[in-house]
């Protein structure tokens, strides 16, 4: 006996012989046709970008703007008697920075890093001083 009513008997006819996906797929690029006309009206109404000479150009000096380079050295602590510790408001700049400006650059000798060499993955080293 047949239990479905003969509206759904229709419904699964016409999906069993693809007039459904048919329609869905019509339906789909309906979609899909509709989002590009609608993403084409919204790419029309942007500015147009800026021609090669509206461009921002790089200084004559070729620096990067807001770079800078100079040379830094340690900045000297100043010593107390031990008793006192200093506070970080007694320290120079108010203790914002660990270094100062230095006209000189630095020695080769300073410049190289002395410490363990900590090798790197795939280096080839242990890593540990070796």
């Known amino acids: 006996m047949n239990t479905l009513s003969a509206a759904e008997n229709l419904a699964a006819g016409v999906w069993q012989s693809g007039l459904g996906q048919v329609l869905g797929g019509l339906v789909l690029v309906a979609v899909l046709i509709t989002a590009f006309w609608f993403g084409f009206r919204v790419r029309t109404r942007e ?58 650059p630095p020695s080769e000798e300073k410049r190289k890093w002395g410490g363990i060499s900590s090798g790197g993955f795939g280096s080839g080293g242990t890593g540990h001083g070796d």
Do not use: I
Request: aromatic share 4%.
């Open 47 to 104: 500015p147009e970008p800026p021609k090669p000479d509206e461009q921002p150009h790089r200084p004559d000096t070729g620096a990067l703007p807001g770079e800078m380079s100079e040379y830094r050295r340690p900045a000297e602590m100043p010593q107390t008697d031990g008793e006192h510790r200093l506070m970080p408001y007694q320290l120079k700049n108010g203790g914002t920075s660990g270094t100062e400006t230095s006209p000189d």
